[in-house]
């Protein structure tokens, strides 16, 4: 399209903020319960949260170089296209547009909804109604015009980061707990390995967002210095904060009190409320749970923010409906793409369980991923990223791909996930045949 791209008045701390808004969600809230569940052992829950954060900050280094060197809104798409080519980028856009924005956003919906109506004994339809107004809400701030996206969601981030921090930090610092837990730790034995690899998926599904500054990289002033920046601090700091909330968990909570519990137990699949109820009372946590649930604004800002950025870039591009390209005349935000994420994902809301959409999400999210690291391959040979190297290369993606491939074959091989895992695997097929209604014909 011939229409000017969005102009760049995204700065560093709005890049920074995006990065870990879109990794702080509903994940850290829940994930950890289901490790200390299944094994008892709260040293394996820490490690499978400090490989997580190594993980991100390998896909950081990884999107650094890519998004430096094309800095253009866009993101997944951008750089899948130029490595592997038209169709294989509009299969990475159409899976991120799916799986990677739409599932996810309504996932953090829920969970907040979950946690705002916690309290209250409600009807079964009050949490979908909640979430999807308030994914119709962000949706709508989000249209108003790119400074007042920047302000927004560097406020509602800011909120998160301070509840995490006091539960992490006060929670050790002031609460009811015991360093003795610990004392529960131990290799785990083979039984475990699968249990293992269900939770570090679930962990890498709570690192995404670690790109999330690559798809604002066409609406970031001097993005060569900045974007590496907001990349990789918004990752460590992130990084650092997990470790720190999962910390109070293992300090709050008896690994063989967990254990001796059914996966489905409210006391597991809250583990934040359960924490907090621990180290300061029940009283306080059902206060925690209605802060949780507005603290979780800041997660689906940030995928309203960026998702549209792909299916705009994809629209300018010609390989998706037109509509999705067109800029607001003097808002200069992809206002159409923003609605149509908003809708898709409130549509989200109403077709799964919690459980299943986290499932069907997380496996795809994964698989995505893998490709736009793997993008970086190809480009290097071509020379074509040249603006910021990463260091230890190819060491950072080939890690990161390494631990990718493990965790979604194991979601494939394990009977219980099976199901969700190859629909979410097939809906990145599916952009295979979807890709041959916007290719030219004969390519």
């Known amino acids: 399209m011939s229409a000017p791209p969005p102009p760049r008045r995204f700065g560093f701390w709005t890049g920074l903020f995006v990065v870990a808004a879109s990794m702080i969600g509903a994940g850290v809230l829940t994930t950890s319960g289901y490790t200390l569940q299944a094994t008892g052992n709260p040293a394996a829950v820490l490690a499978l949260w400090a490989v997580g954060g190594l993980m991100a900050l390998c896909g950081a280094l990884t999107i650094a170089e890519l998004a430096t060197a094309l800095p253009h809104a866009g993101g997944d798409y951008i750089f899948v296209r130029e490595g592997f080519g038209r169709g294989a980028g509009f299969v990475a856009g159409w899976a991120t547009f799916v799986v990677g924005f739409c599932g996810p956003t309504a996932v953090i919906a829920i969970t907040a909804a979950t946690h705002l109506t916690g309290p209250f004994n409600l009807p079964g339809w009050v949490v979908p109604a909640g979430a999807t107004l308030l994914i119709a809400a962000v949706t709508l701030a989000h249209c108003l015009g790119q400074t007042e996206s920047g302000r927004f969601q560097v406020a509602v981030t800011v909120v998160t980061v301070g509840v995490l921090l006091a539960v992490g930090a006060g929670g050790i610092l002031f609460g009811d707990g015991n360093w003795g837990h610990l004392s529960a730790s131990h290799w785990p034995p083979s039984s475990q390995w699968p249990a293992l690899a269900n939770g570090l998926i679930l962990v890498s599904y709570s690192y995404a967002g670690w790109n999330g500054a690559g798809y604002i990289a066409g609406e970031i002033r001097d993005p060569a210095r900045l974007l590496p920046r907001a990349l990789v601090f918004g990752t460590l700091g992130v990084t650092a904060l997990y470790l ?52 979780l604004v800041a997660a689906v800002s940030a995928y309203v923010l960026t998702g549209p950025r792909v299916t705009f870039a994809m629209a300018r591009d010609g390989m998706f409906p037109a509509f999705a390209g067109r800029l607001h005349p003097t808002r200069s935000v992809p206002v159409w793409a923003t609605l149509a994420q908003g809708t898709l994902a409130a549509a989200f809301v109403w077709v799964g369980s919690f459980e299943k959409l986290l499932d069907y999400t997380s496996v795809g999210l994964a698989a995505v991923s893998a490709l736009v690291v793997a993008s970086v391959f190809p480009l290097r040979r071509r020379k074509v990223l040249t ?50 209604l916007f290719l030219p014909r004969g390519t």
């Open 244 to 295: 720190l909330v999962n910390a109070a968990y293992v300090y709050a909570l008896d690994p063989a009190d967990m254990a001796a519990r059914l996966a489905k137990d409210p006391e597991v699949e809250k583990v934040a409320e359960t924490a907090v109820a621990r180290l300061f009372g029940r009283g306080t946590a059902n206060v925690f749970a209605a802060v949780i649930g507005l603290s």
């Open 387 to 436: 603006a910021f190297r990463m260091p230890l290369y190819p060491l950072p993606p080939l890690l990161y791909l390494t631990l990718i491939i493990w965790t979604v074959a194991s979601q494939v091989i394990d009977a219980d996930k099976r199901t969700a895992a190859l629909l979410s695997l097939g809906t990145i097929l599916a952009g295979v045949p979807l890709a041959r």
